[in-house]
């Protein structure tokens, strides 16, 4: 069985948002990289895969050439080899799918594995649009996934608010991981020297032939506004709680 | 010329969700145009008077048996059968897993763009649409354009506020002809996790704690303070992934984005993957122990205590004023 994972790299969760004023992208310098969290999912569900059908795990990545990190560290998880999408541009969901669908395209699959939403952008695109470009069927936000390989057939369990629904769709497919699915394995260290010899293709983005002009485009970046000075009740616990209640029902006027 | 917009919609038996009305009466406001609902499933004529009630004009049902249990390729044609019929200018749809996993398909085969889990959406100077959306979980917000000559914007739950028009929303019969043995993707079975539980996202007031509980038996302390408030629950990350409370409770950058009226948080320290779920709360509440505890920063209220002593006292409290009322 051949699979693909996307694999984007994105700040990691402890960063503080800094921003510019007038600029449409924050402030890069000092932070740290990393595999966008939910890809971890999708990376450990693709090898677990692997596990039991056999075959290949290939990493596709789309970004500038900070995320060659991102992929070893893929590759070091257990991923045998990888395609990087090479592009400083700005682009959009949109056209980080047709160019991942594209090299899916050449490379081929049995299915097709993403995270449910980069933490970065938080748009919960990719995977879909990337199915549409293939003409694939799709199950997102996925927290249990089982494959026949014999009868090519998904069975996946996904996340609803409050409940989960089971859906059942035929390979070739795409698959987006939520949290929940597996407990994502950490690099051994002979498998992070391993890494470093895995093959990892470069693709420049501009050799794809496809549309690289974004139709989503950032105008403006801002930070929350900021809350005013907290008030902070200190002392005897029931008095504490009596006047905040109080706050709460005729300061705030919420309960 | 494409004009007005079209709401997609998801009705259980009738029963739309409240983020269903939100949308409508945010399109209503983005006049002018006509406001077009589409609703799919068993029942969905049943929603017609509530539609127009939250200012739908016109309203669309798929409700025939191909629509009775979703299917992301069959329903996503579906709308792009009715986009051909109602030629709008953009497409709403709810930023719930169930809208999440339809707006980005229909987007795709539009070939348009979608601006997901928007907090805003306004009418630009230049006569277009435009969008507020959070990024980081909250950390940021971008103001976004959308180029493509359709435009999709998934609407994030519990921002907008709803508004009852009172209109007759008439009834447009548009057949997509699909053929539900093609659907490839289909839902065969729905598992309903939580019984009674609020769900987060719609939570007017949650209740929140974290690993100050100390053990999961003693999430029975904020049920109560939960159950006086008529609030939901939830929680940091450690306390869901020790297993004290259901992976639903999980809020923060890698869990839930909440925006809540009022936040309490319990025991929480503050970290910041925690405070970039919870930064669209409209008041935050934090109960901690620890005075240097980096929540008393985010927060509007805070009390320093112990929570075991503070929660009680405050359910009971809480338990009084509701009396009063
Ligand atoms: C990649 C990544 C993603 C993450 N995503 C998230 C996320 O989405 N959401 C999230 O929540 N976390 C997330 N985290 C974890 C986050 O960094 C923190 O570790 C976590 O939020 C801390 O949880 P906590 O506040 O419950 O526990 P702690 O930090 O241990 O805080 C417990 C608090 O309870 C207080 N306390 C103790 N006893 C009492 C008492 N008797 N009365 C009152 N107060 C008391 C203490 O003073 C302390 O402030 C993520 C981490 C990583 C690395
Ligand atoms: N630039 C990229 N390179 C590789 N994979 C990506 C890229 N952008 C998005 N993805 C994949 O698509 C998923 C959803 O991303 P998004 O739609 O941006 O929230 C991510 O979890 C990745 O698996």
Redesign the interface.
Known sequence: MKILVLVKQVPDTATKIRLNPGDTAIQTDGIKWVINPYDEFAIEECLRLKEKAGGEVVVLSLGPSRVEEAIRQALAMGADRAIHVMTDAVIDSQVAARALAKVAQEEGYDLIVTGKQAVDDDQAQVGALVAVELGLPQVTVVIELNVDVESRRIRAERELEGASEIVELPMPAVITAQRGLNEPRYPTLPNIMKAKKKEVKSVPLDSLGVDTTPWVRVEELTLPPERPAAKILTGEPEEAAKELARLLHEEAKVI | MASGILVVINQEGGRVRRVGFEMLSLAQKLAPGQVTALTFGDGAEQSKDSLGQYGADQVVFLSGSAYHH?S??GF?DAVVKVVEGVDPESLFFPA???G??L???V???LG??????CTEVYRRDDGRL?AV????????????????PRQVYSIRPNIQPVAETQRAAAVLAIDPGLDASQF???????????GE?L?L??AD?IVSGGRGVKAPENFKVLEDLASA?GAAMGSSRPVADEGWVP??Y?IG???KVVSP??YFAVGISG???HL?GI?GS?????INSD?DAPI???????????LF??VP??A???R???QDA
């Open positions: 979703y992301s390729d996503a719930t897993a169930w999440k996993d707006a980005p398909r987007a795709g085969l348009a763009g979608l601006a997901s889990d435009g959306r959070p990024i980081y979980a909250g950390k940021a917000f971008a103001r976004v354009a959308i180029d493509s490839q993707a289909r839902v065969v079975a729905v598992k309903e996790s939580q539980q769900e996202t719609e007031i408030l992976h639903s999980h950058q890698t869990g009226t009022v970290a910041i993957q970039a930064s409209k008041y935050i509440v934090a005075p008393f920063k985010a927060a509007n209220y805070g009390i320093v205590g112990d002593k503070v006292a405050l009971e409290e809480v009084h004023i509701k």
